[in-house]
């Protein structure tokens, strides 16, 4: 299917122009985009109706802090939840379109006369240099060593996009002088074809591997998404790229000044021993610190402060320690991280081996078209000659994903518990067994591999949810 363009110009001629304007903001949600969406066009004196498919009451925590805040003109906002109507995308001068939402084959986006994203406004009526991440594993963490980095370093500088927090939260904060720190999904990036509104100063492509097959059907639809990250930037620009064959044809195609990590790296700073555990960590600190250098740091300031970087909500998360008593009178320790943003095979597969042990591994969960071989693979066939480690314990949550994993399990002879129908049901199994365990020390590890919709509204919400009952079940 040939991708959809948009075009370049916008239904507002400035920010000023937005005032009186009709804005339909389509999806509320409940994670902050929809939310920032709908203050900021309040805000700038827009008539606002915001729409989604979830109820009321399903949006009940998003709606509720909308409506308590005194600040907002109410008057101006309109709620249109559990349904779409026509005549809101029809009507309005502007819909603000949810990047989960597919434009192809959408009645009500077809219907609207103009189309733009959170991130298309913040891009055309900001001049901020921006530094651009996308990819397929490592984008939120690097984004996030970058924003550390440069913040300690003593920059005014801000983080959004992907990682839930929408730049137009800060849009009034920021200057030519202010640098913007982006993480890009694909469909983010997708959301600005043909606009021309995306010139990042610095852009990375971090580790592409297969991810949202059941979206785009194939590789190559997928990664298409992914190079309009630097589609637009110019020789005074940086990309940077792995020294994979996607880097390869990535370097081949940018305008940019073209830098490398991995195998290839075009520069790279001994950062010493740091607090986020995985040689992947490494790498994203890495690609952190070529940013700092290409921003003027210095190179030991840089590794003093990276080193003292302590990783981000949700991927690798070291949260919780469990004190208890042995069979045999003697102590043991279990320390818990939530990985819970691991929503690709390949990610599960490298926290299971990101503590230089075994590990217990909690994983499984709902397919979204993915190959699970990564995972296969090292659950299936370690090799610690060649530095593949065996997991001591592996903990199966249920989901379609799940359900195509445990065959490969079977066949290889490979012990598990589970599939389990609930958080609770599993941790409860667990502590049964370490009770009986009488190791000193464990990592617990929660890397789903996969996505868990049945069970959570999304990657934060089931971490969130994991991290609740481990503190309700394994207390001190």
């Keep these: 299917m040939t991708p959809h363009v948009y075009p370049r110009q ?11 304007k009709k804005v ?11 939310e920032a969406a ?3 066009f309040l805000k700038k004196g827009a008539y606002v109706t915001v729409t989604d498919m979830k109820t009321e009451e399903q949006l009940k925590a998003t709606v509720d802090k909308l409506n308590s805040d005194t600040s907002l003109d109410h008057s101006r906002l309109t709620y249109r ?3 779409h109507k026509i005549e809101d995308f029809e009507n309005a001068d502007c819909v603000i379109k949810n990047p989960g939402v597919k434009f192809e084959g959408n009645k009500f986006l077809a219907a609207a006369r103009a189309i733009e994203s959170d ?13 651009a991440v ?22 005014t500088t801000f983080l959004g996009g992907n990682i839930t927090v929408s730049p137009l939260t800060f849009f009034d904060e920021v200057n030519g002088d202010t640098p913007v720190v982006i993480e890009f999904s694909s469909w983010q990036l997708a959301d600005l074809r043909g606009r021309g509104v995306l010139r990042p100063h610095i852009s990375i492509i971090t580790k592409i591997v297969p991810d949202h097959q059941n979206w785009y059907g194939d590789m190559e639809s997928y990664v298409a998404d992914k190079r309009l990250i630097y589609a637009d930037q110019t020789k005074g620009d940086y990309s940077i790229f792995d020294s994979d064959d996607w880097g390869d044809r990535f370097a081949a195609e940018t305008k ?8 290839k790296a075009s520069w790279k700073l001994e950062l010493g021993d740091l607090l986020v555990p995985g040689v992947h960590m490494k790498t994203n600190a890495q690609n952190a610190a070529l940013v700092m250098h290409l921003m003027g740091v210095p190179d030991e300031r840089i590794k003093e402060i990276l080193q003292r970087w302590p990783g981000i909500d949700h991927r690798l998360q070291y949260f919780h320690s469990w004190k208890k008593q042995n069979a045999d009178g003697t102590t043991g320790t279990i320390k818990f991280y939530n990985d819970s943003c691991a929503t690709v095979p390949e990610a599960a597969a ?20 993915l190959e699970l071989t990564p995972l296969i693979e090292t659950l299936t066939k370690p090799d610690t000659a060649n530095g593949v480690i065996p997991v001591k314990d592996l903990y199966l949550l249920a989901g379609t994903a799940t359900d195509k994993l445990v065959p490969a399990l079977n066949e290889n002879s490979v012990k598990y518990y589970g599939p389990y129908n609930s958080l609770e049901e599993l941790l409860n199994s667990a502590k049964k067994n370490l009770l009986n365990d009488n190791a000193s020390e464990e990592v617990f590890v929660f890397s789903p591999g996969a996505t868990s919709f049945g069970m959570f509204s999304n990657e934060f919400d089931r971490g969130n949810k994991y991290m609740a009952a481990v503190k309700d079940i394994f207390t001190l």
Excluded: H, W
Aim: proline share 2%; hydrophobic share 35%.
């Design 24 to 34: 339909t903001i389509m999806g509320l949600g409940l994670n902050g985009g929809g």
């Design 350 to 369: 490298a926290a299971s081996q990101a503590f230089g042990k075994p590990v217990i591994l909690m994983t499984g969960g709902t397919d979204k078209g």
């Design 81 to 83: 939840l559990g349904e």
């Design 256 to 263: 940019a000044t073209v830098l490398r990590y991995g195998e």
């Design 134 to 155: 996308t990819g397929s594993k490592g984008k939120s963490s690097t984004v996030s060593a970058i924003y550390y980095g440069l913040s300690e370093a003593g920059y």
């Design 38 to 40: 709908v203050r900021f």
């Design 10 to 20: 916008c239904a507002f001629k400035s920010v000023e122009d937005i005032k009186g």
């Design 119 to 131: 991130l298309s406004i913040f891009l055309r009526f900001t001049n901020c240099p921006i530094i």
